[in-house]
């Protein structure tokens, strides 16, 4: 039910039972209690649904994205120490884009706690775009009631998942550019990459290849194109030169 809109009487005709019940049941979702549990009520306040626009979640959405951004910038910075400036930044807008606010939102189900105003919509999808608005300003409500230990761990429990996965992507997306750095730093000389084996049928084929400097081959990776072969294999020489585990590797 979380994608229908509930039209909420207007905050002074809300029964005060009611009213409680909504923000019971939101904390339960969210797995935060407040002590302020008037911030829960701006938050989950469209302005449809406000006396005043100050009384809505407009002034909180600004203060909870700054919040998103900085803990995602905090992470990033940390788990991904050789990336460069502009991947840092190509990973944080797909972490903390409005699309990926709004599925966040859609994961704890805030539409059910939303108060609009009867003149928004009888019933439908809530939008994309008002979902991601009340994910920030839920992140600020819990800044402000809790402090910043308590909103960075609301916000790692969604982002977390969301970095390793566009992290990991961006690695294998830039690993032959990285290696390549790497390889002239280290060896003054450029990866070479060659195809070692290739199985299945042609519409359906599998590649094998491995990328060299000089006379040492780095360990080999299979995928489903030869680019991405290329890309694997480039990620497991980056990591046999690093002394880590292999990605990717060929049994």
């Known amino acids: 039910m979380a994608?229908?809109?509930?039209?909420?009487?207007?905050?002074?005709?809300?029964?005060?039972?009611?009213?409680?019940t909504i923000l019971d049941e939101c904390q339960d979702a969210i797995g935060y209690r407040f002590r302020r549990p008037e911030l829960?009520?701006?938050?989950?306040?469209?302005?449809s649904g406000a006396n005043t626009r100050a009384a809505s979640n407009e002034r909180l959405e600004f203060l909870g994205d700054s919040v998103l951004g900085l803990v995602t910038c905090e992470q990033l910075f940390?788990?991904?120490?050789?990336?460069?400036?502009?991947?840092?930044?190509?990973?944080?807008?797909?972490?903390?884009?409005?699309k990926t606010c709004a599925k966040f939102?859609?994961?704890?189900?805030?539409?059910?706690?939303?108060?609009?105003?009867k003149g928004v919509s009888n019933y439908g999808e809530i939008p994309s775009n008002m979902l991601?608005?009340?994910?920030?300003?839920?992140?600020?409500?819990?800044?402000?009631?809790?402090?910043?230990?308590?909103a960075k761990a609301f916000?790692?429990?969604?982002?977390?998942?969301?970095l390793d996965r566009v992290g990991r992507e961006a690695v294998n997306s830039n690993s032959k550019s990285q290696l390549q750095q790497v390889v002239?730093?280290?060896?003054?000389?450029?990866?070479?990459?060659?195809?070692?084996?290739?199985?299945?049928?042609?519409?359906?084929?599998?590649?094998?290849v491995a990328a060299q400097v000089g006379e040492h081959r780095f360990p080999a990776a299979w995928g489903r194109t030869k680019k991405d072969a290329e890309l694997k294999a480039a990620v497991n020489a980056l990591a046999d030169i690093n002394g880590e585990p292999l990605p990717f590797p060929v049994g």
């Open 40 to 47: 829960l009520r701006a938050a989950l306040t469209h302005t």
């Open 105 to 117: 939102s859609q994961e704890i189900g805030l539409g059910d706690f939303l108060f609009l105003g």
């Open 184 to 208: 002239q730093r280290e060896y003054g000389d450029t990866p070479r990459y060659y195809l070692l084996d290739e199985q299945g049928p042609d519409h359906d084929k599998c590649f094998k």
């Open 3 to 20: 994608d229908l809109y509930f039209i909420m009487p207007p905050p002074d005709t809300l029964p005060a039972s009611r009213e409680r």
């Open 132 to 150: 991601a608005d009340v994910f920030e300003s839920l992140i600020a409500a819990i800044f402000l009631d809790g402090g910043w230990d308590e």
């Open 78 to 98: 940390a788990q991904f120490p050789d990336y460069q400036e502009g991947d840092l930044t190509k990973v944080k807008s797909v972490v903390v884009s409005r």
């Open 155 to 162: 916000i790692l429990r969604f982002i977390g998942p969301e």
